[in-house]
């Protein structure tokens, strides 16, 4: 297990240094990826084609909830 801790007042950076993707897996999945360019994919898939490109690996509906305190957006 790897935790990430800040406990500061500033910034917290996770920075890659060269153009490189940064990948966020569980049990050797990617979940999210955010692309040298920027663009982010929330899923399954390893190359968002938008600046957010959200994705689920099955043929049943994706939701997307936006919500605010009072429960919706």
């Known amino acids: 297990m790897v935790e990430l ?8 950076i996770l920075e890659a240094n060269e153009a490189a993707d ?3 897996l569980t049990s050797n999945t990617t979940r999210m990826i955010i692309d ?9 898939d ?13 043929n049943s509906a994706v939701y997307l909830r936006i919500q605010n305190n009072d429960g919706y957006a």
């Open 46 to 58: 390893d190359s968002p084609d938008d600046a957010l490109h959200i994705k689920q690996a099955t």
């Open 5 to 12: 801790i800040h406990r500061g007042t500033g910034s917290f």
């Open 36 to 44: 040298s360019g920027g663009n982010v994919c929330i899923g399954t």
């Open 22 to 24: 940064i990948k966020f």
